[in-house]
């Protein structure tokens, strides 16, 4: 899972940042308003952790900028503004949970938990994503079909599940290394490529219907057999 966090306390974030790690969830952490509304509007985050009194640019402003643009990634608002209007302004303008601070990590995380569950059309149940006849075990790292079964790679893991997250979606080369290995990463797209052959022959191994289709000039995008004939 990949957390967008917006958020000025520094001792906030670096202790969620180390939670986070613990989690094996992927964070990028932005203090300041507008520049995380520039984050925030790639699209390629699972959660958005937004704080209301930031710089430049309040997090109410910010949730509304976001919404505009149709960017419909759930957002948890993080603040020590808890009164009954202030969580009334964040949900009416798109918050989908408001969290007031001080608040308990297994609070957090539960939220966090709840929030994923929610996006997107796929199915997400018992900590399984389902697509087509193919299955991702969120927790063990395993592909599977009712015919058989994959261990995957770290990686391997995190592209699969962010193909199957958004199956109509064609995620391109550069959507993917921002979203797995981060806005700064020199990885190059043939890195991808390795990758993305090492998933296609585990997905013809466990005989799935499902394949990772090349868009040319494009990116990858899912495409399940039986919903074509």
């Not at 180390?18 to 300041?32: C, L, R, T």
């Amino acid at each position: 899972m990949k957390i967008l966090l917006i958020e000025d306390e520094k001792q906030l974030t670096d202790a969620l940042a180390n939670i986070f790690k613990k989690e094996k969830y992927s964070v990028d952490i932005v203090a300041d308003g507008a520049e995380g509304l520039e984050f925030a509007l790639t699209g390629i985050y699972d959660i958005i952790l937004l704080d209301v009194m930031l710089p430049t640019m309040d997090g109410f402003s910010v949730l509304k900028a976001l919404r505009h643009k149709h960017i419909k990634t759930p957002v948890l608002m993080l603040t020590a503004l808890n009164t009954v209007n202030d969580k009334i302004t964040g949900l009416d303008l798109g918050a989908d949970d408001y969290l007031p601070k001080p608040f308990s990590v297994p609070e957090l995380l539960a939220r966090i938990r709840a929030l994923s569950r929610r996006k997107n059309d796929t199915l997400i149940q018992d900590n399984v994503l389902t697509f087509g006849d193919l299955s991702l075990d969120l927790k063990g790292y395993r592909l599977y079909t009712a015919k058989n079964s994959v261990k995957v790679s770290v990686k391997e893991f995190e592209i699969i599940r962010f193909l199957m997250e958004k199956p109509s979606f064609i995620a391109t080369r550069d959507d993917m290394i921002a979203k797995i290995w981060g806005f700064d990463s020199e990885l190059e797209s043939n890195n991808i490529e390795v990758y993305i052959s090492f998933l296609r022959k585990k997905l013809s191994y466990i005989g799935s219907d499902v394949n990772i289709v090349t868009v040319r000039g494009v990116g990858y995008q899912l495409e399940d057999a039986c919903s074509k004939s």
